[in-house]
Nanobody, 121 residues
């Protein structure tokens, strides 16, 4: 069974930075495509960034130029470096894995617990 453990969230001031981590177990990580998603209160979960097994990346329009997704296959981890944070980035952030279409669509049957990010002064 695949397990996803997100961490690194917290409270940060506007303009600040955070680095989220997601450690994956129960699958061959190096061949999995990965995505970061977020869900703000009252809104649908949305794709923030995705990275393929060969490190092709895709970003949501609202985070382009501010967020960077990366992966470390040796440690079965995917990261999300978030810079120039804005209050509208406040959300619970999740990671997930699957085939590329599923990662882009975000239509997963299960999710981890997520990590809360609050951007506020």
């Amino acid at each position: 069974q695949v397990q996803l453990v997100e961490s690194g969230g917290g409270l940060v001031q506007p303009g600040g930075s955070l680095r989220l981590s997601c450690v994956v177990s129960g699958t061959i990580f190096s061949i999995r495509h990965m995505g970061w998603y977020r869900q703000a209160p009252g809104l649908q979960r949305e794709l923030v960034a995705a990275i393929s097994s060969d490190r092709h990346t895709k970003y949501g329009d609202s985070v382009k130029g501010r967020f960077t997704i990366s992966r470390d296959n040796a440690n079965n981890a995917v990261y999300l470096q978030m810079n120039s944070l804005k209050p509208e980035d406040t959300a619970v952030y999740y990671c997930n894995q699957g085939n590329w279409r599923t990662v882009l669509d975000g239509h997963f049957g299960s999710w981890g617990q997520g990590t809360q990010v609050v951007v506020s002064s």
